[in-house]
């Protein structure tokens, strides 16, 4: 009997032993019509995960990318949190992924952006009704509104802020500006003033950065955890407010939130409430806090560069010695004229490389320079691997914002930059961007000189990031 029993218990676990080592196989060698690019998707389900998300504490590309094009070449294949995926340092291939989108590719985000962004964001809508979302953002942050009104409301803030800063000992910048950033958009989203508010809507926000790409394990402590619980409690301030304005139909238009609750008040609307709160929510994350980073390592790059910030100084005090009155608002001709200033913005967002991947799901298989992408496989876009090209941008980790002299003005993704995206999803918040960080420096550097306190050390998780902040103190000018 015990014979017996030893028998069944070992042909059990070695059936067991078995199926693992064909599971394992399989997993590391999925079926494919053709010939995958060349790479490990590493151990079943975790992948490469561990390796994907090490701390990089440069500008530079991650080991992980540059280890394995080294070794794979610019297309190479990997699984990150459960998911194979084509990783894709290639600008042709790049390229043909944003000009194929809609046919060859859609959008697609890992878990963890569809949870915490929820299931009807923009990101995850397709064809019409991505399209339809995006014309109704574009009458908000498009060049007419950008010219009509938020040039002029942005350059008020910028003041308003840097004044507030001048007496105080040290700022921490990322922090500040985020807060005043949010605070211009969400008053233009949701007519959220943080004076007359009895909630700290950013607060919700504050962990995202870390935990859009990250594991999906929602446990206290876990970046991931962190979303989603200021999701649940900036969502409560939306669906109230939405609530209390769709019972008030003698309210008037003030905000994008009135714009969307029209839209549902349509006779046959095509928006539901659910993509609309979905998109309030992203809009919110999305105006402020890319922006606020990108603007953060350009103060830092600047404090670091006095030839480039001399060169800067020259131009916006150029533009106030020919005002008929030195303290007006910036005009659009003005802000048009920022020559050099749109060549540091480029700079900026080339070096800070704010988003680390842009994620896109093959619709079939596809055949590209001999390799084969298996339908429904995830293609990771790498953007600083194309930013940090040397054969693309010599000394690439140089900030030089003069390689950008004499180069046409740059309205969507191309081969060799996509900063702000590419193809149909080109970032419909491109041109507020750009404005905020020209009105920003415009202000800062006519006003005032600054020193930096302690801080400014970076770390990419692959997001970025500044763990100990980048402390400053200002110092008015005059």
């Excluded at 079926?31 to 090490?54: C, D, I, W, Y």
């Excluded at 070794?71 to 944003?98: C, E, Q, W």
């Excluded at 991947?357 to 293609?379: C, H, M, N, S």
Aim: aromatic content about 12%.
């Amino acid at each position: 009997m015990a014979t017996t029993l030893c028998w069944a218990v070992w042909a059990v676990a070695s059936a067991m032993v078995v199926a693992s080592i064909l599971w394992a196989y399989r997993w590391s060698h999925p079926k494919v019509n053709g010939r995958l690019p060349p790479g490990s998707l590493g151990l079943p389900l975790l992948g490469e995960t561990m390796q994907f998300f090490a701390p990089n504490p440069t500008c530079d590309v991650s080991s992980f990318v540059k280890d394995r094009m080294n070794r794979y070449g610019a297309i190479f294949k990997t699984s990150v949190v459960g998911r194979p995926m084509v990783v894709s340092a290639d600008p042709d291939l790049n390229h043909y992924v944003f000009q194929q989108e809609g046919k060859l590719f859609e959008s697609w985000y890992p878990v963890t952006f569809t949870e915490i962004f929820g299931r009807d964001n923009v990101g995850s809508l397709h064809g019409f009704m991505y399209k339809y979302l995006k014309t109704l953002v574009l009458r908000l942050y498009g060049q007419e509104n950008l010219r009509a009104v938020l040039l002029a409301e942005t350059h008020t803030a910028c003041r308003a802020t840097l004044a507030s800063w001048a007496g105080l000992p040290s700022v921490e910048l990322k922090d500040g500006l985020s807060t005043m950033i949010f605070d211009i958009t969400a008053k233009k989203l949701i007519g959220y003033e943080p004076t007359k508010s009895s909630e700290n809507l950013r607060k919700n926000f504050v962990a995202f950065i870390r935990g859009l790409i990250s594991f999906p394990v929602n446990i206290p402590g876990t970046a991931y955890h962190e979303c989603m619980k200021g999701r649940r409690e900036a969502m409560k301030v939306l669906k109230r407010m939405m609530r209390e304005r769709m019972a008030d139909p003698s309210r008037q238009r003030e905000d994008f939130l009135d714009v969307m609750i029209e839209e549902l008040r349509r006779e046959k609307p095509v928006l539901t409430e659910a993509v609309a709160l979905d998109l309030m929510f992203v809009l919110l994350f999305a105006s402020f806090e890319t922006t606020a980073l990108a603007l953060t390592l350009g103060i830092k790059l600047l404090t670091e560069n006095p030839r480039v910030l001399e060169a800067l100084t020259e131009e916006h005090e150029a533009i106030v010695r020919d005002r008929e009155d030195p303290d007006a608002g910036l005009t659009w001709a003005e802000y048009k004229s920022m020559t050099f200033t749109y060549q540091v913005t480029l700079e900026i967002v080339r070096l800070a490389n704010i988003v680390p991947g842009i994620f896109r799901k093959a619709l079939q298989d596809i055949e590209f320079k001999g390799y084969t992408i298996p339908a429904g496989w995830a293609v990771m876009v790498c953007p600083p691997a194309v930013h940090l090209n040397p054969e693309i941008y010599e000394d690439p980790l140089a900030f030089n914002p003069w390689r950008w002299q004499n180069k046409i003005e740059i309205t969507g993704g191309t081969k060799h930059f996509m900063a702000f995206g590419g193809g149909l999803r080109f970032c419909v918040g491109t041109d507020l961007s750009k404005v905020l960080m020209a009105t920003f420096i415009h202000s800062l550097v006519t006003k005032y000189r600054w020193r930096t306190v302690k801080g400014g050390n970076i770390v990419r998780t692959p997001g970025l990031s500044f763990p100990d902040g980048f402390h400053i103190q200002l110092f008015p000018k005059h």
